[in-house]
């Protein structure tokens, strides 16, 4: 029982954690519905993936060091929480901090849990 705990806990995070990055991506691809030339599509489009392209470079890390992608996943969750909250207050904004948060927090507790299942192991 306790080896299925342990490959549920390895491969969870980092099954949603790709799923996550590609969903960010994909979300980044409304720059294209903007009228906008060739160039400014280019640098819209990369600033749009800057976020994702960081939480990829988080899971990267995090295939080896689960701790790291935990606290960068959790801190990921409050900064867009942080940056949310600057604009006006709409409902359709608290399904955005569910989707986008709530997934971060999930991904980034599951690996400090893997993190912990393995420390206590190790012990």
């Given at each position: 029982?306790?080896?299925?705990?342990?490959?549920?806990l390895y491969w969870t995070p980092r099954i949603l954690a790709i799923i996550?990055?590609?969903?960010?991506?994909l979300m980044s691809l409304d720059v294209f519905g903007n009228g906008l030339g060739f160039w400014q599509t280019v640098f819209a489009l990369f600033i749009h993936?800057?976020?994702a392209l960081i939480l990829l470079v988080a899971v990267i890390i995090s295939w080896k060091y689960e701790i790291v992608g935990g606290i960068i996943f959790i801190l990921a969750g409050i900064l867009y929480i942080?940056?949310?909250i600057r604009?006006?207050?709409e409902w359709?904004?608290?399904?955005?901090?569910?989707?986008?948060?709530?997934?971060a927090f999930v991904i980034g507790v599951l690996f400090i849990f893997g993190w912990y299942n393995k420390k206590k192991q190790l012990s």
């Open positions: 029982m306790d080896r299925k705990v342990s490959k549920f996550f990055v590609c969903f960010l991506f993936n800057v976020p942080i940056l949310i604009i006006p207050f359709y904004v608290l399904s955005w901090v569910i989707q986008i948060s709530g997934f």
